[in-house]
T-cell receptor
């Protein structure tokens, strides 16, 4: 399983764009990159998933360089409610287990 | 998106008793479910992989006789914490993937277990 490395914490202010980068140097060919968000005392929630280049949905964008050894989750114009822990996971399709790294604790202030 | 429901959301039990936590996929079939434990301010730790109709696969260091997992149907997996002790107090979370190899995993809302 590819190991991931993320910053432990980040601070931002309302209305700013937040970029969280994740390193996954030993990502395998079949691996996808998936980001989850977790609020206190809740289960993680899927944010976005990608394989290469750029993926965008209604809440975030995911940028993946050509070598796929890292990825960046971009949250446009964060609000207080985006304060949460964000996890980057790498794994292939099918039923391979998902192993969580430390995650990044994002604090959004007024 | 698909829904995974856990029950109960909170439970308090006395030391030495057993507690069962249910994980249900409400609108899809899940051949495989995963059980995690999370301590305060820490990441999720995978405990075991639950396979429908077969024995669960436990991660290293997780006692299979203490954490009994039963995956009796394609929509239900249960985790039973046997002879619970205060150190078993934690947040337990399950997740499931849809049958057919969906790349996205769906998580339950978690169960807060407090052993007194």
């Amino acid at each position: 399983l590819a190991k991931t490395t993320q910053p432990i914490s980040m601070d931002s202010y309302e209305g700013q764009e937040v970029n969280i980068t994740c390193s996954h140097n030993n990502i395998a060919t079949n691996d996808y990159i998936t980001w989850y968000q977790q609020f206190p005392s809740q289960g993680p929630r899927f944010i976005i998933q990608g394989y290469k280049t750029k993926v965008t949905n209604e809440v975030a964008s995911l940028f993946i360089p050509a070598d796929r050894k890292s990825s960046t989750l971009s949250l446009p114009r964060v609000s207080l409610s985006d304060t949460a822990v964000y996890y980057c996971l790498v794994g292939d399709t099918g039923f391979q287990k998902l192993v969580f790294g430390t995650g990044t604790r994002l604090l959004v202030s007024p | 998106g698909a829904v995974v429901s856990q029950h109960p959301s909170r439970v308090i039990c006395k030391s030495g008793t057993s507690v069962k936590i249910e994980c249900r996929s409400l609108d899809f079939q899940a051949t495989t479910m995963f059980w995690y434990r999370q301590f305060p301010k820490q990441s999720l730790m995978l405990m075991a992989t639950s396979n429908e109709g077969s024995k669960a696969t436990y991660e290293q260091g997780v006692e299979k006789d203490k954490f009994l997992i039963n995956h009796a149907s394609l929509t239900l997996s249960t985790l039973t914490v046997t002879s619970a002790h205060p150190e078993d107090s934690s947040f337990y979370i399950c997740s499931a993937r849809r049958q057919g190899g969906d790349t996205e995993a769906f998580f339950g809302q978690g169960t807060r277990l407090t052993v007194v």
